[in-house]
């Protein structure tokens, strides 16, 4: 079938027929714009005809009402004639659709495989032109730049001068050494003298210091008297009738 639609294959061409002519798609391309204003005049065509259908019908009806028996034969025989047509109609619709349908998928398939023959050959150059040692070749050359790379980035990592003669150890050894001296500073530090003044402790008083009497310091704010209570007040009230 493949070799009914592309032709026949070229000497040493890989089984592979030549390209597609311009004319052969032109003229694909034409039979299918042909078939599709074809369908359109089959589609107009059945409605024509089921209209006509449909009248001959309510003539037949409207002919064996008013008792017209020959009028209603031939109005139904219209009506037949006009079916076989509808249906001779919708025959060629469907043959006309298969047949556009399969043109325009032999169109897909030719151009699905010359798309899929213009990329094996663009493969096919590309790999003539690329060896396998070249790749090589590339790949060695990066791993050698990334050695280098990491080299210099090792060598300028290196510390340089004075602190690259340094020894850790002793570096940890005398941190130690100033830990361990100023841990002994703090331990022979004198207690801190706390700053809030103790209480006094109260003194045994003597006799003497008891019999004399106390020097206030101050005048003594008087305390808050207490409201008196009502019975407080009518007692005081009794007090001062029975004194009068």
Do not use: W
Not at 79 to 93: A, G, H, R, S, V
Not at 132 to 159: G, R, S
Not at 204 to 211: E, I
Request: glycine share 4%.
């Amino acid at each position: 079938m493949f070799k009914r639609i592309f032709g026949q294959g070229s000497g040493g061409g890989g089984g592979v027929g030549p390209k597609p002519s311009v004319t052969s798609t032109v003229r694909t391309v034409d039979a299918i714009q042909k078939l599709g204003e074809t369908e359109e005049l089959l589609v107009k065509r059945r409605s024509l005809l089921e209209k006509k259908i449909a009248q001959e019908l309510d003539k037949a009806k409207e002919y064996t009402k008013a008792q017209n028996k020959r009028a209603a034969l031939m109005a139904l025989k219209k009506k037949k004639m006009y079916e076989t047509q509808l249906e001779q109609c919708e025959n060629n619709i469907l043959r006309v659709n298969e047949q556009q349908m399969m043109l325009e998928n032999q169109r897909t398939t030719v151009e699905t495989v010359t798309a899929l023959r213009d990329a094996a050959q663009a493969s096919k150059s590309t790999m003539s032109e690329m060896k396998i040692t070249d790749v090589d070749a590339v790949l060695d050359e990066i791993n050698e730049q990334t050695d280098q790379m990491q080299q210099i980035q090792d060598a300028m990592a290196q510390p340089i001068g004075p602190a690259a003669d340094m020894d850790e150890d002793e570096l940890l050894g005398e941190l130690e050494n100033l830990e361990s001296e100023q841990l002994d500073n703090q331990l022979l530090e004198p207690a801190p003298v706390p700053t809030a003044r103790p209480a006094q402790a109260a003194r045994p008083q003597t006799a003497a210091a008891s019999a004399m009497p106390n020097v206030p310091q101050g005048r003594p704010a008087q305390a808050a008297k207490p409201a008196k209570t009502q019975e407080e007040l009518e007692l005081e009230a009794l007090e001062q009738e029975m004194a009068v």
